[in-house]
């Protein structure tokens, strides 16, 4: 197929940038959106331009590190997936496709497609964790049996790949459903709640003044997440963090 | 320099205890005082970084991603091995130790395989503190399955994203850490050279891969963590950046690599679809303890199959043909890796291929199907079972053990693997080979330690399935933490390593001359388009079978296509500002000169183990005729290569291997 391409492109963070149109031709259906954007990017080094930046990395949907807002969509129109995962066969030949990076005041451009998203690693770092060090003598880890529910649901929680679509859908750039997550996943096992008072209120904290936005329980995060990182997440969150602060 | 692999004396159960309760340690308030970097934020990196920062050291690490999340191991599916013997079926670290050794092909050091196995349980434990969803069963128990190549069930599991669970683990102890200020932490930075002086790793050079600036870091000491180098065949299932820059400098400024021709070739990938494709994606070998692989017997099935004439669901149980079953019946589908890869090209070059490019079989799961929905018929207690039925309760479990599998299947193929069988072909996946290390992890270079993939040291000529998260965290959790501390003992009383001295000057000098050599060079052709040629001569000549003349074929190729590289390469953009172009044209020029090292190693390597097949030694007659003959008396050795500037003329070193706790035995999986 052909396709028509309206990228965005930016030099630097400190440089203004702009929409540009680009044309691909004979793309296969069997390709991935990143092998397209390959296929533009040798087509841009052979004519001597600069290929778009992208950030991309296992291709297999996992890591996290692709980031593309496809027509208004982050990670484009299939569901569940991220967008190395999102095939062609998605689209049809003579359409015209825009692709934007994640937008929000979070998540500044570093270049073209690239963002910033060191905002998610200090929200991580203000809490996301369990304060026990490697030692090597650390409980038998069936000594202290975990229902298959609990363990199952904070897997569920634990699957985010921190890609950040999250706050890209929603309107009021929110990270609640990331961080819903992480707190969630430690509030759902035994070995969490020691630090559970502190973890939610330092991590709420964090996600604050890194100039995120509140929910408004829209839900467009839950429809783009594309590992279905549930909306119930959000809620559990704000549970703990009215019981933390009732405890002070 | 005659190799000195430092093993400790005593017998094998008792050598890690008896190592680590006399060897140097460094006291609290001297750990203040030392540096350590850390190259590769994933398993193993990552575990090392937080331990040796919670000890008291002062740890930078560095990440090309924009977040040590991000790391290859985080796609890492099926799991990780464990001698608990929570299953109660004969495990025991002699057991997962033996297996791993039977399982490398008798080509791994006997005493390193012992440690891991031994601090194996240890993982586990550690991991649940650290609060890993590893599944559970109904009693709230942890959860076991079995991979390929064992008898057990040790191999723990969070869903199929084991590797991701596990990588959170570590990077949420290593955040604990960066909060308290004990890790510098250097996301989108790569090093580019190792800096040597009087004899020692003291720094690396690195770019800012945002600002393209060069940095100078010093340490007392440097770990690389950088992960394996399977992209040097351009299509693998590694990710887009997993690179081999890190560990081939410092190959070049003194340390030995290992055993390069030792590389995986992973049964279970789904096969290419054309020439666009940027990589290949596995499909975790956890899904034949469920799936049977097949072809078709009869060639005119093939055909039909192929023009679209026939479904494979429309061949009955005797027109297909089980090869892994019939020619392997004690482990069936779970023989491993190298066996199952080698078997699935052998009928694919026979013309059983079941896709338009002749290179798919079929991974089969219509009975687990059937069996799985037979009992839960019986456990819900529903008599006379319809077959939609029975079906529809089968396809549950099948999806509860690995939904985000066949999800991902779906998406890629466009097909619904619960209704058809799933089409896979072998792709290159992990190097067992790497940088040489002793017992304690360091490298030739005093001072440069390698761990995880980047280092050769565990898996021999094959690794088993579940194995490399296993010994990610084994190197960075337990091991590594406790063997640098001899070494920094003796550098209490250094004092901080300056960044201003001559040999610093001439490592960024010579960073910064290839970096404005690539900018500067405005070739013709790009990165990429080298990648690829060399990607395809790896495949043809140095892949799944190997001989003297294709070898010494790619040798030659290689030379060629690296010669052109720095004639041609074209590399737009500029120095000063993020070039994933610049990134790429560094790692393939040192993928084009490892490419033709490995193939050196192979040619060098006149028998055939684990990965490792070459097609003059086979069994030629017997109960094993058509297998892989390996040759102890001449290749019971580790080929440790010298770097002597051009990869040609690189100098073999041997470390002899001694089994002195296991037999040396023909591996058979019959």
Request: glycine letters at 8%; hydrophobic letters at 35%.
């Amino acid at each position: 197929m052909n396709l028509t391409l309206k990228i965005w492109r930016q030099k630097d963070s400190n440089t203004k940038g702009q929409m540009v149109d680009y044309k691909v031709n004979d793309i296969s259906e069997h390709m991935s959106f990143l092998e397209m954007m390959d296929v533009l990017n040798e087509q841009l080094v052979n004519s001597g331009e600069e290929p778009v930046a992208f950030d991309h990395d296992c291709r297999e949907g996992i890591c996290g590190m692709c980031s593309l807002y496809i027509n208004g969509e982050a990670h484009g129109p299939d569901r569940g997936v991220t967008t190395c995962q999102l095939h062609m066969r998605m689209f049809n030949d003579g359409d015209t496709i825009t692709i934007e990076p994640w937008r929000a005041t979070a998540f500044p451009v570093i270049k073209d497609l690239v963002v910033d998203r060191t905002a998610f690693e200090r929200i991580q770092q203000a809490g996301g964790y369990i304060s026990v060090n490697t030692s090597g003598n650390t409980q038998d880890a069936n000594a202290i049996p975990i229902s298959k529910e609990a363990a199952d649901e904070a897997m569920d929680a634990a699957t985010c790949i921190g890609c950040g679509a999250c706050v890209a859908s929603c309107k009021n750039s929110s990270a609640m459903l990331f961080v819903g997550a992480k707190v969630s996943q430690y509030a759902l096992l035994p070995q969490g709640q020691v630090e559970a008072t502190e973890r939610v209120l330092n991590m709420v904290k964090q996600m604050d003044e890194e100039g995120f936005g509140n929910c408004t329980n829209t839900g467009a995060c839950e429809v783009e997440c594309p590992k279905g990182i549930s909306l119930e997440n959000i809620a559990r969150m704000n549970r703990e963090y009215l019981k933390a602060s009732l405890k002070g | 320099m005659a190799l000195d692999s430092k093993v400790p004396k005593g017998p094998i159960k008792d050598k890690w205890t008896t190592y680590k309760d006399k060897i140097n340690l460094v006291n609290p308030a001297n750990k203040r005082h030392i540096d350590v970097i850390v190259v590769g934020t994933g398993l193993a990196g990552g575990s090392a970084a937080a331990t040796l920062a919670e000890l008291g050291y002062n740890v930078k690490a560095f990440a090309y991603q924009d977040s040590p999340r991000r790391a290859h191991s985080i796609a890492a599916q099926g799991g990780i091995n464990a001698a608990k013997n929570y299953q109660g079926d004969g495990d025991s670290t002699y057991r997962l130790f033996y297996d791993t050794v039977k399982g490398g092909d008798y080509r791994s050091r006997e005493a390193n395989v012992y440690r891991l196995a031994e601090v194996s349980a240890n993982i586990i434990d550690q991991c649940v503190a650290q609060g890993v969803p590893f599944a559970r069963d109904y009693g709230g128990l942890l959860d076991n399955r079995s991979f390929g190549g064992v008898l057990v069930s040790r191999t723990f599991y969070a869903k199929g994203q084991t590797g991701q669970q596990l990588l959170l683990g570590a990077y949420s102890a290593m955040n604990r850490q960066i909060a308290r200020g004990k890790i510098e932490m250097y996301n989108r930075h790569e090093m580019l050279d190792v800096v040597v002086v009087d004899g020692k790793a003291r720094g690396i050079i690195a770019r800012n891969l945002v600002t393209g600036e060069i940095e100078r870091h010093s340490a007392h000491a440097v770990v690389i963590a950088s992960g394996g180098y399977g992209n040097v065949y351009f299509l693998s299932t590694n990710a887009m950046g997993s690179n081999a820059t890190a560990a081939w400098k410092i190959h070049k400024k003194g340390a030995y690599f290992a055993n390069p021709c030792y590389t995986q070739i992973h049964p279970t990938c789904i096969p290419r679809s054309g020439d666009y494709q940027s990589k290949l994606t596995l499909m975790s070998e956890s899904l034949r303890n469920d799936g049977r692989i097949w072809v078709p017997k009869h060639m005119d099935d093939v055909m039909a199959i192929r023009e679209g004439r026939k479904k494979p669901t429309d061949l009955s149980e005797d027109e297909r043909d089980y090869y892994l079953e019939r020619r392997y019946p004690a482990f069936g589908n779970l023989v491993p890796r190298d066996v199952a890869s080698r078997a699935a090209k052998e009928r694919c070059d026979a013309g059983y291929g079941v896709n338009a490019t002749g290179e798919a079989v079929y991974l089969d799961f219509a009975s687990a199907i059937e069996r799985y929905g037979k009992e839960q018929a019986k456990i819900h207690n529903i008599k006379d079972a319809s077959k939609a039925k029975i079906t529809e309760l089968g396809e549950k479990i099948v999806e509860a053990k690995y939904g985000n599998l066949f999800q991902m299947y779906e998406k890629i193929v466009d097909e619904n693997p619960y209704k058809t069988p799933m089409m896979i072909y072998p792709a290159t996946h992990y190097t067992m080979g790497g940088v040489w290390v002793d017992y304690n992890l360091m490298t030739t270079i005093p001072g440069c330690y390698c761990i995880g993939e980047a280092n050769f040291s565990d898996h021999g000529a094959n690794r088993l399935g579940a194995s490399a998260l296993m010994q990610g965290l084994a190197d960075g959790y337990f091991v590594l933490p406790y063997t640098i501390g001899d070494y920094l003992a003796d550098d209490i009383r250094t004092g901080k390593i300056s960044t201003e001295t001559k040999e610093f000057d001439e490592a960024e000098k010579a960073v910064k001359d290839r970096i404005d050599f690539f900018i500067n060079n405005n070739g013709t052709k790009s990165v990429d388009h080298f990648h690829k040629r060399l990607g395809k001569v790896m495949w043809d000549k140095v892949g799944m079978a190997r001989n003297e003349q294709g070898l010494k074929e790619a040798m030659a190729e290689i030379k060629q296509i690296r010669e052109e590289f720095w004639k041609e390469v074209k590399v737009p953009g500029g120095a000063s500002e993020m070039n994933p172009e610049l990134e790429k044209a560094g790692r393939v020029a040192d993928f084009l000169e490892l490419g033709e090292l490995f193939a050196k190693d192979a040619l060098m390597r006149e028998e055939s183990c684990g990965g490792h097949f070459r097609e003059e030694s086979v069994e030629e007659s017997g109960e094993q005729k058509g297998e892989a003959k390996r040759n102890d008396q001449d290749f019971a050795f580790v080929a440790a290569w010298e770097y002597k500037g051009e990869p040609a003329d690189a100098v073999l070193h041997k470390e002899q291997l001694e089994f002195k706790d296991i037999e040396l035995k023909q591996r058979s999986y019959k």
